[in-house]
């Protein structure tokens, strides 16, 4: 069991930077393949990045490549998102997610055992 946090979301003008932060609490995250995730009103949730254990590998989705850049802070079992350009159809809320068991389906949200609350990013035009 795993609780996950996140923060840093909020209002931002298009073309601004925001960053976001998952603060893991429990024990063994650096056991745990972790990505972000998010959903926009009235849309089915998407993946946006993940991250494995020692940051061997990083995934990107399409729609983000090139702005965002995930990254995670073991020895603080700390995970981030950093977003740079960001556009309105970014708006949504984002989540952070646990894997326990990464099976090499990065993409889809059944895969991740630990979710958090989510945090609201808003980019407006």
């Known amino acids: 069991q795993v609780q996950l946090v996140e923060s840093g979301g909020g209002l931002v003008q298009a073309g601004g930077s925001l960053r976001l932060s998952c603060a893991a609490s429990?024990?063994?995250?650096?056991?745990?393949?972790m990505g972000w995730f998010r959903q926009a009103p009235g849309k089915e949730r998407e993946f946006v990045a993940a991250?494995?254990?020692?940051?061997?590998?990083?995934y990107y989705a399409d729609s983000v490549k090139g702005r965002f850049t995930i990254s995670r802070d073991n020895a603080k079992r700390m995970l981030y998102l950093q977003m740079n350009s960001l556009k309105p159809e970014d708006t949504a809320v984002y989540y952070c997610?646990?894997?326990?068991?990464?099976?090499?389906?990065?993409?889809?949200?059944?895969?991740?055992?630990?979710w958090g609350q989510g945090t609201q990013v808003t980019v407006s035009s």
């Open positions: 429990g024990r063994s995250f650096d056991s745990y393949f």
């Open positions: 991250i494995t254990r020692s940051s061997g590998s990083i």
């Open positions: 997610a646990a894997d326990r068991n990464y099976s090499g389906f990065y993409g889809l949200s059944n895969e991740y055992d630990y």
